[in-house]
C-alpha cells in the first residue's frame, strides 16, 4: 500500500509542486488547501489527486479535515505543513490583524496539524513530517517581523519534535527555501525584487517549485531515516547555515 501523505497549501505554488512529486514518487497524497476552490479544482483536475478544503490556522478544521483524509485513503503517515501566507508589511505599519493572520497560518498551523497525526505516527512507529521554513527565518527579513518570526519558530519545532520522534521512527525535517519563482514571490514589489533581492541570490535566479519539492521527496523517503532535526536549505546560496 502507498504510504499517506498530507500537504498543506498543496494546490498552489511551492505545494502544488510537491504534491505533484510526491504522488509521481508512488504516494497516495491528499493536498489541502484554504481558500481558492477555482485553482484547487483545476489542480484536481490536472494531476487527479484528491484536495481537501479546511483552514490551517483553526485546530479543530484540522482535527476533522486529517479525519475525513484518513477515512478517505489510509492513516497518514507523512505530513508536508507547508501552507503559508505573506502580510508583509514595515513595522511601523503593521498592524496586529497582519501579525495574528501569520501567526496563525504559518506558526500556530504546525501545531494545529501535527498534534493530530503525532500519535498514530508513534503508535505505528513510522512518520515524516516536512516543515517548510525560510531563509527569511533565518536572516530576518525587511518588512516580515511576522512571517520571519513564524518561519524561526519552525526551526524550534522541528528541533524538539525531531527529539521526541526519533525512538518511535519519525522523522521531522525543516526546508528553508530563499526566493522561490511563485506568486508569493511575484506579488513582492518588481523593483524591491530586481534591485534589492535578486542581486543577493549567488546563483543569479529564483528557484523554481520543483526544486524544493525534490528535497521534500528525498527527506521522507525510507532512505533518509537517519536525518532527523535537519534544515535542507534551496536559497541558491543567498543566505548559508
Ligand atoms: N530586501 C531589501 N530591501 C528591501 C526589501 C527586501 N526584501 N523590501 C523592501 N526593501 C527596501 C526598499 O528597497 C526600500 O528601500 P529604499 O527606501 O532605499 O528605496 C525600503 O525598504 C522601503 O521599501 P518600500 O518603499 O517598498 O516601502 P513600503 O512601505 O511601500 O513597502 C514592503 C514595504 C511591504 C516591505 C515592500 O517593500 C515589500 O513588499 N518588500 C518585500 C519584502 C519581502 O522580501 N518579502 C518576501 C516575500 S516572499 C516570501 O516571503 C517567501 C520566502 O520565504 C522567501
Redesign the pocket.
Known amino acids: 500500500m502507498a504510504r499517506v501523505a498530507i500537504v498543506t497549501g498543496g494546490t498552489r505554488g511551492i505545494g502544488e509542486a510537491i504534491s505533484k512529486a510526491l504522488k509521481e514518487a508512488g504516494y497516495s497524497v491528499a493536498a489541502n488547501y484554504g481558500g481558492n476552490d477555482e485553482a484547487a479544482a483545476k489542480f484536481n483536475e490536472a494531476t487527479g489527486i484528491p484536495v481537501y478544503k479546511w483552514d490551517v490556522s483553526d485546530y479543530d478544521s484540522c482535527v476533522s479535515g486529517i479525519a475525513k483524509v484518513e477515512a478517505d485513503l489510509g492513516p497518514v503517515e507523512i505530513l508536508v505543513n507547508n501552507a503559508g501566507i505573506?502580510r508583509?508589511?514595515?513595522f511601523h505599519?503593521m498592524d496586529k490583524d497582519k501579525w495574528y493572520a501569520v501567526i496563525n497560518t504559518n506558526l500556530n498551523s504546525l501545531f494545529n496539524m501535527t498534534r493530530p497525526v503525532w500519535e498514530g505516527m508513534r503508535e505505528r512507529g513510522f512518520g515524516r513530517i516536512v516543515n517548510i521554513s525560510?531563509?527569511?527565518g533565518q536572516k530576518g527579513?525587511?518588512?516580515?517581523a511576522n512571517?520571519a518570526a513564524a518561519?524561526a519558530g519552525d526551526f524550534g519545532f522541528t528541533k524538539s519534535l525531531a527529539l521526541e520522534g526519533a525512538r518511535k521512527g519519525i522523522t521531522v525535517n525543516a526546508i528553508s527555501?530563499?526566493?522561490i519563482g511563485t506568486e508569493?514571490?511575484r506579488a513582492?514589489?518588481q523593483d524591491?525584487l530586481e534591485?534589492?533581492?535578486l542581486p543577493l541570490i549567488p546563483i543569479g535566479r529564483l528557484g523554481e517549485p520543483e526544486e524544493v519539492a525534490r528535497c521534500v521527496v528525498f527527506l521522507v523517503s525510507d532512505d533518509a531515516g537517519f536525518i532527523t532535526g535537519s534544515t535542507l536549505t534551496a536559497s541558491g546560496g543567498q543566505y548559508m547555515s
Do not use: F, L, R, W
Open positions: 505573506t508583509d508589511a514595515m505599519k525560510s531563509i527569511n527579513q525587511m518588512g516580515q512571517y518561519k527555501p530563499g526566493y508569493m514571490v513582492v514589489p524591491v534591485k534589492a533581492i
